[in-house]
């Protein structure tokens, strides 16, 4: 079983910079690769970035490419998401999840199915 807690949304300022974090918890989370996802008022969730266990692999939307980096410290069980020159586009709830295949494979998803484990959002909101 893993739980996540994001923290670090806000309310911020059209080209300003927030960091989002995700602690999480349960022996599992080290070998599976994390996706952040987000979710704006009367839109489908959407994928924004994903991370491999080893974090030698990411994958990023094309909306975020370039203004958002995702990492992660197995050793403190924790991702994050540096989001950078933000947008008013970028207001949603923000969601990390595990990804609930293989372990130790370095292939992300951008599909929300495969994510087993999902926290309970934390929200940012970027203002013009």
């Known amino acids: 079983q893993v739980q996540l807690v994001e923290s670090g949304g806000g309310l911020v300022q059209a080209g300003g910079s927030l960091r989002l974090s995700c602690a999480a918890s349960?022996?599992?989370?080290?070998?599976?690769?994390m996706g952040w996802f987000r979710q704006a008022p009367g839109k489908e969730r959407e994928f924004v970035a994903a991370?491999?266990?080893?974090?030698?692999?990411?994958y990023y939307a094309d909306s975020v490419k370039g203004r958002f980096t995702i990492s992660r410290d197995n050793g403190k069980k924790m991702v994050y998401l540096q989001m950078n020159s933000l947008k008013p586009e970028d207001t949603a709830v923000y969601y990390c999840?595990?990804?609930?295949?293989?372990?130790?494979?370095?292939?992300?998803?951008?599909?929300?199915?495969?994510?087993?484990?999902w926290g309970q959002g934390t929200q940012v909101t970027v203002s013009s």
């Open positions: 991370i491999s266990w080893s974090g030698g692999n990411t």
């Open positions: 349960g022996r599992t989370f080290s070998s599976k690769s």
């Open positions: 999840a595990v990804d609930n295949r293989a372990s130790y494979s370095d292939y992300v998803s951008l599909e929300g199915s495969t994510y087993g484990y």
